[in-house]
């Protein structure tokens, strides 16, 4: 595999995974943070 197929592959696989992860990540602390206080 080269490594611009490989880049591209990572592109469209981890991208959307990390906003994800993101999302709820933030989601969660609001989460807490209203619940705190």
Same mark, same amino acid.
């Given at each position: 595999?080269?490594?611009?197929?490989? %880049?591209?592959?990572?592109?469209?696989? *981890?991208?959307? *995974?990390?906003?994800?992860?993101?999302?709820?990540?933030?989601?969660? *602390?609001?989460?807490?943070?209203? %619940?705190?206080?």
């Amino acid at each position: 595999m080269e490594k611009g197929k490989l %880049h591209q592959y990572f592109d469209s696989n *981890i991208q959307p *995974i990390l906003n994800m992860a993101i999302g709820v990540l933030f989601m969660t *602390i609001g989460y807490l943070l209203g %619940h705190m206080f």
